[in-house]
C-alpha cells in the first residue's frame, strides 16, 4: 500500500518509476546469520546485488551476484522474501529510482578467489546486527523481519 502510494506520488511530481536490481540474502542455516558485503564505492554494508541479466531468472541473477561480489556458493530460492527502494547515485551527479527484490539464498560455501575479493569485506551478522548495519530502511526492515521469516525451503 505504501509502495502504491510512493509510486502514485512520484508520477504526480514527475519522477521516473524505479530501475529494477535483484539481491541475493545469504544466509546460514544453522545459526540464522546473514552474510553483508562492502560495496566498492563508499565502504557501506550491503547485500550482495545488482542488475537482471538475459537469458537468468530474477533469482539466479542474484545468486551470480552473490558469487561475484561475495564468493557465495548455495542454494537460491526462485521466490523473493521482499522487497526495498533506495536512490542509486549516479556518476553524473543525480540519483535514479531503485526497486531491489530480494532472494533468500542459502549458503553452502564461501569461496577465498571470487572476482571482487579484492574490491570488498564480507562479514556475518546477526539479522539485528545487519539492521543496524545497512542503510537502507526498507532492508532494515526486512532484516529485522527475518527470524520469523527464516525457513528453509522445501526441496
Known amino acids: 500500500m505504501i509502495a502504491e502510494f510512493r509510486e502514485r506520488l512520484a508520477r504526480l511530481i514527475g519522477r521516473r518509476p524505479p530501475d529494477l536490481q535483484v539481491a541475493a540474502l ?12 562492502t560495496s566498492r564505492g563508499t565502504g557501506r554494508w550491503i547485500v550482495p546485488k545488482g542488475w537482471p541479466m538475459p537469458g537468468r531468472s530474477l533469482a539466479d541473477a542474484a545468486r551470480q551476484e552473490a558469487w ?22 549516479q556518476d553524473r551527479g543525480f540519483a535514479i529510482p531503485v526497486e531491489v527484490r530480494v532472494f533468500p539464498l542459502y549458503v553452502e560455501a564461501l569461496e577465498a578467489q571470487f572476482p571482487e575479493a579484492h574490491e570488498r569485506k ?18 532494515k526492515q526486512l532484516l529485522r523481519s527475518l527470524p520469523a521469516q527464516h525457513r528453509r525451503p522445501p526441496e
Not at 561475484?68 to 547515485?89: C, F, L, M, N, P
Not at 564480507?122 to 532492508?139: I, K, S
Open 26 to 37: 545469504c544466509l546460514n542455516e544453522a545459526s540464522g546469520d546473514v552474510l553483508l558485503v
Open 68 to 89: 561475484e561480489e561475495a564468493g557465495v556458493q548455495g542454494r537460491i530460492s526462485e521466490t523473493e522474501i521482499g522487497r526495498y527502494h533506495y536512490d542509486k547515485d
Open 122 to 139: 564480507r562479514r556475518w551478522f546477526t539479522p539485528g546486527d545487519a539492521a543496524r548495519m545497512v542503510a537502507e530502511t526498507g532492508l
